[in-house]
């Protein structure tokens, strides 16, 4: 028997963390109904046929490698929603820690049926979020010691960019702009619509004066053009490394300065030791690895 547990009825503790994780709680309370519901239409046909309803279980969320975790405590939800009460999380890291193979991330506890039933929507969320955070973590590592952050973009998948933001920010990266009102971003074909990136960003200026402003360039010359006219945040585009590098001399700290476009991990430290501000990487959205983690019954 599956609780479906209401919002309302969740422990307050897990909406307080997710709250203070910076996520909607209700919006990802609401994501996992549907999550489940698509792998649940019906009822667990192999966990009804094999496990008796009154057998009870605990298994363990282990790192079967090395990285980064993230999205426990959506994982957790899953088990509350599916178990309600009968439930119990426990010996849980905090996310955005960092794990080595082997190592029990969370325990859960409950009915077996219920562990079972609700073991793959679980797994898809942190090891998902969580290679995300890998993958974040490791630009991080690239990059330190200069100036240079990682940035995500909006090259998320439709309806997870809060949770794949978030884990981005577990991983140590810096959010960009969560959609398109929030920020101002004038890419090549608004400044081709524009006649010109200097009148592109007077545009958006003009229109939104107090909303933050980001434009795209190609070469130097109009890095020059937008400089003089004041934009504070240029993003440079499928630039070489000695251009990008040029690109801050004569930015001489007037802007912060985005590096963006076909940027490999490989080319990582080449490209932060220029001097840019940000590196921006669609890469850990839209690409990721997932991080291998299993759901292990332990013996009765």
């Known amino acids: 028997m599956i609780a479906r547990t209401p919002y309302d009825a969740l422990p307050a503790e897990l909406l307080e963390e997710l709250a203070a994780a910076g996520l909607d709680a209700k919006a990802v309370y609401d994501a996992v109904v549907l999550a489940v519901a698509e792998d649940l239409p019906g009822e667990d046909v192999t966990s009804v046929a094999t496990i008796p ?16 975790v993230a999205g426990l405590t959506v994982a957790a939800l899953v088990f509350h929603y599916v178990m309600g009460d009968e439930v ?54 690239a990059l330190a ?7 995500d973009t909006r090259k998320t998948l439709p ?15 810096v959010n960009h702009r969560f959609s398109l009102s929030d920020m101002a971003m004038v890419k090549d074909n608004h400044v081709v619509a524009a006649g010109g990136v200097v009148p592109a960003y007077e545009a958006v200026r003009a229109a939104y004066p107090d ?13 020059r053009e937008l400089l003089e006219a004041g934009c504070d945040r240029i993003l440079l585009d499928n630039m070489d490394s000695p251009t990008m590098a040029e690109a801050v001399a004569i930015t001489a700290g007037r802007a912060t300065l985005e590096a963006s476009g076909g940027l490999t ?22 690409s990721v690895k997932v991080f291998d983690i299993g759901l292990d019954l332990q013996d009765a």
């Open 53 to 68: 309803e009154s057998a009870r279980g605990v298994a363990d969320f282990a790192a079967r490698e090395p990285g980064v």
């Open 88 to 141: 119990v999380v426990a010996d849980q890291l905090a996310d955005g820690s960092r794990v080595a193979a082997g190592d029990v991330v969370m325990r859960v506890s409950g009915p077996t049926r219920g562990l079972l039933t609700a073991e793959r929507t679980a797994l898809n969320y942190a090891s998902h979020l969580s290679g995300v955070a890998t993958a974040t973590a490791a630009w991080v590592d």
């Open 211 to 223: 909303l933050p402003v980001e434009v795209e360039v190609t070469d130097l010359d109009q890095l």
């Open 145 to 151: 010691g200069t100036r240079a952050r990682v940035l």
């Open 265 to 286: 991990f490989g080319r990582a430290r080449e490209v932060a030791e220029t001097g840019v501000d940000f590196i921006s990487v669609g890469a850990l959205t839209h």
């Open 159 to 173: 309806t997870y960019r809060a949770l794949q933001k978030y884990a981005v920010r577990c991983g140590g990266g």
